[in-house]
């Protein structure tokens, strides 16, 4: 079982996008069983919320299945469970390494390296801009699959 929890600030826009949308690639693949896959906040800020409608909007126009869900924040006893703790922004790296005491297995990566990127996937809650981030979280995901020989 490969254990992935994707990381960002708030864990209701770019982090669930890119949970509900690795979900439905392994699940088309087939190969959903091989996977646990969560996602997670660096702050406290949107604790409990769903998701934000900008990304159910995305999700439902791709016909991406979601459900609702509530945000949670990042503890240090997620580096442990995870395999791979992949976080959207560099300042979502910073955070989880504060909050995981450093990356002493590597465990920590930013999606859009998986793309060959080192840009940040564009964050929807500043610019609206919903589509830009599908495209950013589908491009490292695809990254991702490769990467594990999928």
Known sequence: MIKVLFICHGNICRSPLAE????DMVAKR???DLFEIASAATSMEE???DIHYGTRGVLM??????SRRRARQITRLDYNEYDYLIGMDTAN????NRTFGGDPEGKIYKLLTFAGSGRD???PWYTGDFETTY???C??????LEELGY
């Open 47 to 49: 604790l409990g919320n």
């Open 135 to 137: 495209r950013d979280v």
């Open 20 to 23: 509900f949308v690795f979900k």
């Open 30 to 32: 087939g190969i959903a």
């Open 121 to 123: 996937v564009a964050d």
């Open 93 to 96: 790296i910073r955070n989880m």
């Open 61 to 66: 126009k791709y016909k991406i299945p979601f």
């Open 139 to 144: 491009e490292g995901l695809e990254g991702f």
